[in-house]
């Protein structure tokens, strides 16, 4: 069965100062963090990509991975836009994006079959890739009345930035490791071996051994069509806040839960995130790139014939 790769790559990047962070270069090969995704996603069976980006970055994009990686598998482009749904204007000083929900909506046409959605510039490890894929092929998952939705559980541990505070969708589950809630939380951080939030979660919720979202959701075509429904919902909800809304896949996530209209299972991994949330988190990165390659985790080239 065919599956889809889609990347979220519009994000504008504030935190990461100047430069496009989901482009910049890794190893002596000048990847970028993307090249490793799609590699481990190609060799756990997923065959399409589906970059979702802004038309502004189209040419570097282009240029720096995307012709490259069109040689490698069939590449798809769609474009986040600030478009709204009739009856409501942009706001004149909104130049950012509306989040993660409403860019999954830019690539309705292009997703046809079974997907996987992950951000462009975290890395997220090879065993993720191959259980969501396993997942989604799973022909149990097409026979339920709730749509089916998988997500890697992270230990916050292994997800968190030596240089400054990150946000994450701290995760309860079941005994059956299906998700129960899921909270956006903002400001995360470590400070002598205590964990705090812009939101004070207590020490039971959040802690380094809770299990995190770190946006890689597997699940089928219809939960698009449930992306516009939610999306125009959360611009009726927010039409007085527009110069600021932005509507991100766990909160929507959350809200299929109470509505019960999903089910979620969480399958938990002990792979650590790499990922430049700050422009001081990239040679950490690169470090840690030339790690695994010097054990051999990866081959010196990941695209050499």
Not at 23 to 35: G, S, T
Not at 215 to 244: G, Q, R, S, V
Request: aromatic share 10%; glycine share 4%; charged share 35%.
């Amino acid at each position: 069965m065919k599956s889809t790769l889609v990347v979220l790559a519009a994000g504008i990047g504030k935190r990461y100062g100047a430069g496009i962070k989901q482009l910049a270069k890794m190893d002596k090969n000048d990847y970028v963090i993307i090249d490793y995704s799609i590699y481990d996603a190609i060799k756990a069976g997923f065959d399409k990509v589906v970059f979702i980006i802004r038309e502004d970055i189209e040419k570097d994009f282009k240029e720096v991975i995307g012709d490259r990686i069109s040689k490698i598998i069939d590449v798809k482009y769609a474009y986040q836009t600030l478009d709204l749904p009739k009856g409501y204007e942009i706001p004149k000083d909104r130049s950012k994006p509306w989040g993660t929900v409403n860019a999954l909506i830019a690539c309705k046409d292009l997703v046809n079959e079974p997907f996987l959605v992950i951000n462009a510039d975290d890395y997220y490890g090879k065993k993720a890739f191959k259980d969501l894929n396993k997942f989604l092929v799973d022909p149990e998952n097409f026979h339920k009345d709730k749509i089916q939705i998988a997500m890697a559980g992270y230990k916050l541990k292994n997800t968190l930035s030596k240089n400054g505070s990150v946000t994450r969708g701290v995760c309860l589950a079941n005994n059956e490791n299906k998700l129960e809630k899921i909270i956006e939380t903002h400001e995360i951080e470590e400070k002598d071996g205590k964990i705090s939030s812009k939101e004070n979660l207590s020490e039971d919720l959040l802690n380094l051994e809770s299990l995190v979202s770190m946006n890689m959701w597997a699940t089928y075509p219809e939960f698009i069509d449930l992306c516009k429904d939610h999306f125009e919902k959360f611009i009726e909800k927010n039409k007085a806040n527009l110069e600021t809304a932005e509507y991100v896949l766990p909160e929507m996530i959350e809200e299929l839960l109470v509505e019960e209209k999903a089910e979620i299972s969480i399958l938990p991994t002990s792979d650590k995130w790499i990922g430049i949330t700050y422009k001081s988190d990239l040679d950490l990165a690169k470090k840690e790139f030339e790690k695994m390659l010097d054990q051999g985790i990866y081959p010196k080239d990941i695209w050499a014939k």
